[in-house]
């Protein structure tokens, strides 16, 4: 009797409860005239079953479709019987072998998906060079199941357009995540490498899904200890769970281990036992972890220890870690998040300045890895200007998926059109232009995912972790389109149901950025944990941790003056760019205040003053957040009640912090400008004083 009450409530309708932790891959029943269709092209699979990620490609088609299709399909490893799915490289089948040469053109990671007739029978191929573009190939079809696509004359070529796609986890060997948001760290450094969670391998099935093929495992603020062999013995043994689904373990390298480690006295990068150390280092590992990706490493940035304690460059730091994994074939993400505090110069032209010159002189091996905006993961930046600017040094850029900036795991922000504002950025170098996109050679993503039984602290932020793989595999992919795909995937394919979640989605970016830092301004959090406003900070250690050094306003105006006649941040820039950026008419208004300071009164494209404008900007973003409650109290009944009170219960938190941040913004910033408030804008609640007094000692994810 009580079984079947618990049965009971945990439906509704025909929505299962669901607790999130299938993620994206939920293969939940679909409507019975789509299964049925389907079952006529998919009734049989034809796949090779010899290496581990033949088996996971099988395994994952058949959990697929049996979860989708409500039956599980008959398996043949040869020849054909019925309408079949037929996995396989030429090498791996015989059914793929004819097709080698159109096969080859892929690339090692790419795959095919199209019809064909063989023995008498309709077949739909998946078919790929290696076996990993047969793994993806797989997770290509159940997508086009899971989001009610037809199979009609289907023709599906892919291959990804950048090289390396990875997930840096900012995790410590305690367990604690740096800036995470969903709970503890997914590695269990205690129990490994004996215990071997199989969460680990539904973390390398999801990452596979997106074609992720490299995961940094530990935090870019290093221990060394990550280096010492019983740490590489558990680092392997996730590798070895990792292998099969496409997916290198890489481990962020600190820069002084030879000392810690090596008990040397010094980690000059010239000093040829350091590089003996390096080099000896490398083949412990690669004895343990045959396909090591390589190192990330952050040097001389934010009290790291670097190549410049010994007065080298962070070419010769890059170079020396570069050299010792080179007969390995390991490569080196030597990051450019650099800034120095004895340099008074505008933060935002520091990493520029330190790297252009070192273009060409890193070794073949070594990929400079470059935030997406010059100062910090904010919740918008123009590009950094070392996109285009350093055409002899492969680069990646690198975003932050958890939201250290954007409200962590509570506030519904969509990162897709973040991402796809950073990628499609125009650079305008070389003549007719390139985007960001086109001149990289990877990208990587700081992971949001934790123990938290939904990965990633809450069911939307699944949402960006799934939407960075989608762009890491194709940065031209439209970010609606790829919000579309997921909210079918993680919801259901009705489109009553994605189109209002995918509207809410799109907007909620905007959103944030209207209630945090409208109009190009940045930086304004509470200090250190980063949790809430904080327009007023200043002093401390330095100016550049301040939120006063950057939105620099007074009476007569705000914003911080990087054109010729301030930091000159602009000439950074190609110069068609840098023209646009430099005059007040034409800087594009979302980064209006990033580039320009800017008198109060000074008259917007809405016809408002300034004042007028950014006090209505804070308001419509907490309005934006009212306008998703009321989408999502819509859902109510269409998804399932579990994930849905979660859902309401974030956005209603989301709903009072985003007033929160408007209230204590629009205080400081009136108490600043002197300014009466627009008609019509209601008078925050408290006084400036009380929105500065608040403490929380305890927010989460703070630097520690
Ligand atoms: C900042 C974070 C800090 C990171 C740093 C980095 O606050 O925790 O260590 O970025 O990227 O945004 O190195």
Known sequence: MLVAAAVLLAFTGNVRAEDGYALWMRYAPLQPALAADYRTHLGEVVSPDQTPTQRAAREELVRGLSGLLGRAPRMNTAAIAAPAVVLGTPQSSVLIAPLRKEI???????????????????????????????????????????????????????????????????????????????????????TLPEWRDPRYT???????????????????NASAQSLAPDYLAKAAALADIFRPYGIRVYLS??????????GLTTADP???????????????????IPDFGGFLVKANSEGQPGPQDYGRSHADGANLLAAALAPHGGVVMWRAFVYAHDVPADRATQAYTEFVGLDGAFLPNV????????????????????????????????????????????????LGPLYEEALQSDTRVRGEGATVAQLLTGIAGVANIGNDRTWSGSHFDQANWYAFG???????????????????????????????????????????????????????????????????????????WT???????????????????????VGQYSPEVAAEYEDLARAPEPLLLWFHHVPWDHRMASGRPLWDELVGRYTQGVRQVQGMQATW??????????????????????????????????????????????AGETAPPHPLAWYEALQFPSAPGDGR
């Open 270 to 288: 010239l000093d040829p036992a350091v590089q003996r150390w390096w080099r000896d280092k490398a083949d412990e590992i690669y004895t343990r």
């Open 367 to 414: 990929i400079v890895q470059v935030k997406n905006g010059p100062i910090d993961f904010q919740p918008r930046e123009p590009f950094h200007p070392l996109f285009g600017a350093m055409p002899r040094t492969p680069l990646m850029m690198e975003v932050q998926i958890t939201k250290e900036y954007l409200g962590f795991a509570t506030h519904l922000v969509y």
């Open 470 to 544: 989608r762009l890491a595999w194709n940065p031209r992919h439209p970010s609606r389109d790829i919000a579309a795909d997921w909210a079918a995937m993680t919801f259901t394919p009705s489109p009553e149901v994605v189109q209002p979640i995918v509207e809410m989605m799109m907007d909620s970016r905007e959103a944030a950025v209207n209630y945090m830092t409208p109009l190009g301004l940045h930086h304004l959090m509470a200090r250190g944990h980063h949790y809430g406003p904080g327009p007023w900070v200043d002093g401390g250690p330095r100016a550049d």
């Open 547 to 569: 939120s006063v050094y950057y939105h620099r306003a007074d009476r007569h105006g705000i914003g911080f003056d990087r054109t010729a006649h301030g930091s000159n941040a």
């Open 202 to 220: 539904d973390y390398a099935r999801a990452n596979a899904s997106l074609g992720i093929n490299g995961t940094v495992l530990n935090n870019v």
């Open 253 to 262: 390298a600190r820069f002084s281990a030879p000392i810690e480690l090596g």
């Open 633 to 678: 109290a819509g859902l109510q009944g269409r998804v399932d009640a579990q994930r849905h009170v979660q859902v309401a219960a974030f956005l209603s938190l989301q709903r009072r912090e985003a007033q929160w941040w408007r209230d204590a913004s629009v205080a400081y910033f009136q108490s600043v400008s002197g300014r009466p408030l627009p």
């Open 104 to 190: 080859e053109a892929l690339g090692d990671e790419g795959y095919l998906l199209r019809h064909a007739h063989i023995d008498g029978h309709t077949v739909l191929l998946v078919a790929a060079p290696q076996d990993i573009g047969v793994l993806y190939g797989v997770f290509h079809l159940l997508r086009l199941l899971q989001t009610g696509a037809s199979l009609d004359a289907l023709e599906v070529r892919e291959s990804p357009r950048l090289r390396l796609r990875l997930l840096n986890h900012w995790d410590n060997l305690d367990g604690y995540v740096e800036r995470g948001y969903a709970g503890r760290s997914l590695w269990d450094w205690q």
